[in-house]
């Protein structure tokens, strides 16, 4: 069993910045990638970026120069740094984990996600 946990969202100002943070635990031999989804009401599921396990990484158009992904391997956790949110990038964030278990099955698995509004 795997436990994904989202942390760090919340309420922030247009022009501010905030960190996310997803922790990935259990049943984990190798992580090959982690990402950041978002939803927001009424629309579909958006890609926002993602990090492989050799650091490459990889932004959603909307998201490319404003926002920061990143990981810590010992503890397969990773970080979405915001800046310069704007009201459009309100929604909830939702981790998504692709890795090797350690019963030799490649498993895609997800958080519960995190609500991050951007108003003034």
């Known amino acids: 069993q795997v436990h994904i946990v989202e942390s760090g969202g919340g309420l922030v100002q247009p022009g501010g910045s905030l960190r996310l943070s997803c922790a990935a635990s259990?049943?984990?031999?190798?992580?090959?990638?982690m990402r950041w989804f978002r939803q927001a009401p009424g629309k579909q599921r958006e890609f926002v970026a993602h990090?492989?396990?050799?650091?490459?990484?990889n932004y959603g158009a909307s998201v490319r120069g404003r926002f920061t992904i990143s990981k810590n391997n010992d503890n397969n956790t990773v970080y979405l740094e915001m800046n310069s949110p704007e009201p459009e990038d309100t929604a909830v964030y939702l981790c998504?984990?692709?890795?090797?278990?350690?019963?030799?099955?490649?498993?895609?698995?997800w958080g519960q996600g995190t609500q991050v509004t951007v108003s003034s």
């Open positions: 998504n984990v692709y890795f090797l278990s350690e019963g030799g099955n490649r498993v895609i698995d």
């Open positions: 259990g049943n984990i031999l190798s992580m090959y990638m």
């Open positions: 990090i492989t396990h050799v650091g490459t990484t």
